[in-house]
Structures are given as structure tokens and as C-alpha cells.
């Protein structure tokens, strides 16, 4: 389970690209909008020898800008991350970008540097894994990037 934060703006499927790629053509191009791009990709894969290509068709990765600045974090992570935004217990919800960047900076300047963590366990069947040293940092660094994308844009922030 992970929860993502992402501009709330869609984009139309016209303006997205995505690239295509296997292991044995290495990148194929790219291709403007989803449903073109899956298509291709299936095409390719029933003229490819790669047998991973012929199964599931050529790996599609979109490249558009919004799908860069998407932060996707496990719960627990998330749950955290958005308590020292001061979002609370929020699973799911949205901002403007003007609020959430103000207090993602203000987040930033009030935590310490994440010195990380070793594993813990929090029952006899789940272990959060270990948390790298400045993960948090990195974390809101993207959440900031993520902001100053969608007021460039026009766009809200949500989560979810
Ligand atoms: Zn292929």
C-alpha cells in the first residue's frame, strides 16, 4: 500500500508521451498519448524475439514532466511525512500549491537531518524496513520540486 503525491491537474492523454523500450530493440521511440502507446507496444511484441516482449509487449514508461514530479510513498512513510506537514491522519487530500509549498519549506527548516533508522519491528509479521540516512530530507526536497511544478502549472496538490 503507497499513497501518491501527485498534481491534481490531468493532463489530456494527448499531451502525455511515453517511450517505449524492450531489452532486445532497446528504445523504440515514443509515442504521444496512452492508448497509442499500449497499442505500439503490443504490436511490438508480437514481431519481437525477446520472450518477455512477446508476453507482456514492449515496456512502456511515460515521460512526461507531471509524471517526474509524482512522490509515491509507503503508508507508514506517508502517514509521517504528512503528520510533520502538519496534515494530521489525512490518508487523502489536496492543497493548494502556494499552502503546501509554504509548509513543506517550513517542514524543511524545522526538522532535523535524518540520521535514519535500522529496521523495526512493529509486530511478529510486519517490519518497516530501514530508512536511509537523510531520507527526509530527500523526501520533502521532491515534495518541494513537486510544489513549485504544480504552481508553475496552476495546479493543486493531492495525495492519495
Ligand atoms: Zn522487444
Known amino acids: 500500500m503507497s499513497i501518491t503525491f501527485r498534481p491534481t491537474a490531468q493532463l489530456a492523454d494527448d499531451a502525455r508521451t511515453f517511450e517505449l523500450s524492450c531489452g532486445i530493440a532497446g528504445v523504440l521511440g515514443e509515442w504521444t498519448g ?3 502507446a499500449y497499442s505500439e507496444a503490443a504490436v511490438h511484441g508480437l514481431v519481437c524475439t525477446n520472450h518477455l516482449c512477446q508476453e507482456f509487449g514492449a515496456d512502456v514508461d511515460e515521460t512526461t514532466p507531471a ?3 509524482e512522490v509515491n510513498l509507503a503508508n507508514g512513510r506517508a502517514a509521517w511525512v504528512l503528520d510533520l506537514l ?5 490518508n487523502e487530500g489536496d492543497d493548494t500549491a502556494e499552502q503546501f509549498l509554504a509548509r513543506v519549506m ?3 527548516a524545522e526538522v532535523s537531518f535524518d540520521k535514519g533508522t535500522a529496521p523495526v519491528e512493529l ?3 510486519t517490519v518497516e524496513g530501514a530508512r536511509r ?3 527526509l530530507q530527500d523526501v520533502l526536497g521532491a515534495l518541494r520540486n513537486l510544489a513549485t511544478y504544480c504552481r508553475s502549472q496552476g495546479s493543486d496538490v493531492c495525495w492519495g
Open 133 to 135: 540516512v537523510g531520507y
Open 106 to 108: 517550513l517542514t524543511e
Open 67 to 69: 509524471a517526474g514530479v
Open 86 to 90: 502538519g496534515y494530521g491522519e489525512l
Open 34 to 36: 496512452m492508448a497509442n
Open 123 to 125: 509486530d511478529a509479521r
